[in-house]
């Protein structure tokens, strides 16, 4: 008791980069002393585009295991499988049904990726937020820390539940809590290595794009010797005109462990040529220990298991009753 809650997920979709670790779950470990945390993989989430079915369990536990190795603990936080979690489907037919089409046509996400699918647009891209939002309000967090992207969503998700907290709840008793947006301060965006205006991406069709949290040192030495620069001399940070140089200060800061003031200090007359090593040995340096760790969770299954197993149990003892109590609001009723 006492501990207040946040929920948030990521989809197992491609491999994690720098972005979803520094933008993300490394705030996840930030916050977990203070908070009671639900972390999951959101694997219903990712079959919203084209997916093989051959990979995505196996990406699912890789995720898993690197929520781990970057420093998730157990004691504080919940790590489980949305698929595992039959309410999540649940609710977001009941949610669906509440759901206005126009707010969901609306949403920038599905716009852009409804472009990028062309013809080929499923019900499920459409939707995606509504299963977002069933995601959240099932486990009632205070807090969702998510990125700036996913503003819009956690908005819906509020919308959602004030809809059907005004039509089926009653004044002063709430059927269910609206959660807050945790949107984090700037300087965990990370950019595209190829293009310093563009955040870092799963989808960017190049992997020299970003650097993902399981690249060995000779692939994250390569990456990093290609990645945009630009030809002035001496090295600064938000200079407007320069966003792969502020993208890579700050990477090289937050991973070295330095503040901006002693790394504008220290690359103040640096060339890219005198950078670009600095940068790769503290990157490397960052994240080979996430891989060591990593690799030793993969390596024992049966644990990894365990892990989801309790995960789920400790998941669905928040989320079935909320799926109960918002069925009985909208009139359902099952003997027992
Ligand atoms: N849509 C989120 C993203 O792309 C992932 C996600 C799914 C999520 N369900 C969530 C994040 C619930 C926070 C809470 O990043």
């Known amino acids: ?60 536990y890789k995720v898993a295991a690197l929520y781990l190795a970057c420093g998730i603990d157990l004691n504080c936080a919940t790590i489980f499988v949305q698929s595992h979690v039959s309410a999540h489907s649940e609710l977001t037919w009941l949610f669906m049904c509440l759901t206005p089409l126009n707010w969901l046509e609306a949403m920038v996400q599905f716009k852009e990726k409804a472009i990028r699918q062309g013809e080929n647009v499923g019900a499920g891209l459409l939707n995606y937020p509504v299963l977002q939002a069933a995601d959240i309000l099932l486990y009632e967090p ?55 205006t563009k955040k870092m991406s799963k989808s960017d069709p190049s ?71 600095l940068f790769t040995e503290a990157t490397i340096a960052a994240l080979g220990p996430i891989q060591d760790r990593y690799h030793e969770i993969m390596a024992n299954k049966d644990y990894l298991e365990s892990v989801l197993r309790q995960g789920r149990e400790q998941a669905e003892a928040i989320a079935n009753p909320t799926l109960h109590k918002v069925k009985a609001a909208l009139g359902y009723s099952m003997p027992l």
């Open 1 to 60: 008791m006492g501990k207040p809650r946040v929920l948030s997920g990521i989809q197992p979709t491609g491999e994690l980069h720098l972005g979803n670790y520094l933008g993300a779950i490394r705030n996840w470990v930030e916050i977990q002393q203070a908070y009671d945390s639900f972390l999951f993989m959101a694997d219903l989430h990712a079959i919203t585009v084209p997916h093989d079915p051959k990979t995505l369990a196996a990406n699912t």
């Open 142 to 196: 205070d807090k969702v820390p998510v990125g700036e992207d996913q503003k819009q969503h956690l908005e819906l998700t509020r919308d959602i539940a004030d809809r059907l907290n005004f039509q089926f709840g009653s004044e002063g008793n709430p059927v269910l809590k609206v959660p807050e947006p945790m949107i984090r301060k700037e300087g965990a965006r990370v950019m595209s290595l190829t293009d310093g």
């Open 207 to 277: 992997d020299l794009s970003r650097i993902n949290l399981l690249d060995p040192p000779d692939v994250i030495a390569k990456k990093i010797k290609r990645c945009k620069t630009d030809p002035m001399r001496g090295l600064e940070f938000d200079n407007p005109e320069r966003p792969e140089c502020n993208n890579l200060l700050t990477l090289y800061s937050i991973l070295a462990n330095k503040t901006k003031d002693a790394v504008a200090e220290e690359c103040r007359e640096m060339g890219w040529g005198q950078f670009k090593p």
